[in-house]
């Protein structure tokens, strides 16, 4: 069974102890939050902080910048910016909190189904593999949150059959897509199939029947899903155009961006085991799942939600298989952590004892990866820590939106010094254009000079992306920007010029027509590090 009765007392101890792991969490996230970190973080969480400010100066996605990430996660930080004001440290405070309610979330989850010692190792493996590859305020990360959310209205669904539970489920789909499209889409087909399945196997009628009550079923989880999808998606459609919204959020997406950030798997080997740690507790529940009998209306209430998690499970790591990389791992690992405690749970309590021995060897081998990669984590921020420790006066980041940061990498050094270049030039109502040496071939680009300098970017395409910064099209666009703007200067970054990916974004696109206009009507008036700067002649 799902539930458990509890008394007065035992509800008043959870509660404690939910505060405490939250408190727990808080701590251990926050040890070593204020290491910048600029070579690892810089891109993933600038479109985030970056895209945010737009929003807060009026701007709308899609229409006056360009993204691939859906809306959600600029709206929720432009209001956090609005009511605690803008900087770093508010922003990575606001990702930890994220954080804190994911794992606490995965607690109550599993607590729903197992003893509370379960719980606890599923709260501490999402802990520790969270903060072992932390990137602050990625979209998935609240996508992931408000999955863990629809996972108990979707249990209630399927305990009690409440179409109101699933209509509630559906709504907070829809909040999903807001924040991930892709997660959205695999986490309702999930649902749905889940939801049509366990209604046909329950009705005791004609297929005809069977098939109708389904459908009417799925129907309330529709309901509630574009309850919060249609007016969200049509306000960005009024906003922009239906031709931006599609282009940048469903087109390029699924055609160009697997042929620019496409990542091949790893070798197998010890650090790279969470790379296949999915895969196998996927194959495990599946073989699990040909073992119930569910026509049990007692025990199988679990069946369909760990197929309901299985499926979601394989759609998001369909996601991450497109560009096989530890942050793009990290929301199918949640659920495949999720799975394994339950599944271990299942192994444990049968009374075969070649069951509950495998059972035990699996929670061997897991503590054992756990101290691995536990140790690795703490060792490697425990060593930034000691070294920013020591280096203070050299590697404090002497800006005001990064405020008691530190970063002694001379990436970060040289960053500051253009940027205070920049800032003792301008004013901050004059736009900038922040670039890549080159851009016939582009990996990334140093979104964050725009966040940290104050400065706004004078296009739209403040994002430099493979598959589109490298076309004749968006090279153009560029360069009437710059042209309206009178952009006096322009800083060139090398950061990721010796980065090359194996996949299209290593190739040269032959369209140089930026660099040619830039070398035509800017010549160089410093240079610091990493960093060109270049002014109008």
């Not at 408000?146 to 409440?162: A, D, L, R």
């Not at 060593?383 to 970063?407: M, P, T």
């Not at 994002?463 to 004749?472: A, S, Y």
Request: charged content about 20%.
């Amino acid at each position: 069974m799902l539930t458990r009765p509890h008394s007065k007392s035992a509800s008043i101890f959870d509660m404690v102890l939910l505060f405490l792991l939250f408190i727990l969490s808080f701590g251990y996230f926050l040890y070593g939050y204020q290491d910048f970190d600029l070579g690892r973080y810089h891109y993933d969480e600038a479109i985030s902080i970056y895209g945010a400010t737009r929003v807060l100066d009026g701007c709308i996605p899609y229409r006056d910048f360009w993204t691939l990430y859906a809306p959600g996660q600029f709206y929720t930080i432009a209001a956090i910016f609005k009511i605690f004001g803008i900087s770093t440290q508010v922003a990575r405070l606001f990702a930890i909190t994220v954080l804190c309610l994911t794992v606490c979330g995965v607690f109550l989850l599993i607590k729903k189904f197992c003893l509370k010692i379960f719980a606890i190792l599923a709260f501490l493996l999402s802990l520790f593999w969270l903060k072992y590859y932390l990137v602050y305020n990625r979209p998935g990360q609240l996508a992931m949150l408000f999955f863990i959310s629809c996972c108990f209205p979707i249990i209630s669904f399927i305990k009690s059959g409440s179409r109101k539970s699933l209509a509630c489920a559906g709504a907070l789909i829809g909040i999903i897509y807001f924040f991930r499209q892709d997660f959205g889409f695999y986490i309702l087909a999930a649902c749905s199939l889940v939801v049509f399945l366990r209604q046909m196997n329950h009705s005791e009628t004609y297929l005809r029947d069977k098939v109708k009550s389904a459908l009417k079923t799925k129907a309330f989880l529709f309901l509630g899903f574009f309850t919060v999808f249609l007016p969200l998606i049509m306000y960005f459609i009024a906003k922009s155009s239906f031709k931006e919204f599609t282009k940048d959020t469903i087109i390029f997406p699924v055609i160009i961006y697997p042929k620019v950030r496409d990542l091949p798997f790893p070798e197998l080997k010890l650090d790279t085991l969470v790379f296949y740690f999915p895969v196998l507790i996927f194959l495990i529940t599946c073989i699990r799942l040909l073992f119930f009998n569910w026509k049990d209306k007692i025990t199988s209430d679990f069946p369909w939600f760990i197929m309901f998690l299985l499926f979601s499970g394989l759609g998001l790591f369909h996601y991450s298989n497109t560009r096989v990389h530890t942050g793009q791992f990290l929301p199918t690992t949640i659920l495949a952590i999720i799975l394994f405690i339950l599944l271990l749970n299942d192994f444990l309590s049968k009374k075969l004892i070649i069951i509950r021995l495998l059972g035990n060897i699996f929670l061997a081998s897991l503590f054992v990866v756990l101290h691995i990669y536990f140790c690795k984590s703490m060792k490697s921020t425990s060593a930034k820590l000691k070294y920013l420790s020591d280096n203070q006066d050299k590697s404090r980041l002497d800006v005001s939106c990064a405020y008691g940061f530190y970063d002694g990498s001379e990436l970060a050094q040289s960053q500051i010094q253009a940027i205070k270049f920049i800032q003792s030039r301008t004013t901050k109502d004059e736009k900038i254009f922040v670039g890549n040496v080159r851009h016939d071939r582009v990996v990334n680009s140093d979104v964050m000079f725009y966040f940290l300098s104050e400065r706004d970017s004078a296009t739209k395409y403040y994002e430099l992306h493979p598959g589109v910064t490298t076309t004749r099209e968006t090279q153009a666009e560029i360069i009437d920007e710059l042209n309206k703007a009178k952009v006096r200067y322009i800083i060139l970054w090398s950061g990721s010029d010796d980065v090359k990916e194996p996949n299209e974004s290593a190739k040269s696109s032959e369209v140089k027509d930026l660099d040619d206009f830039i070398q035509k009507n800017y010549k160089i008036e410093e240079i610091f590090g990493y960093y060109k700067i270049f002014k109008h002649t």
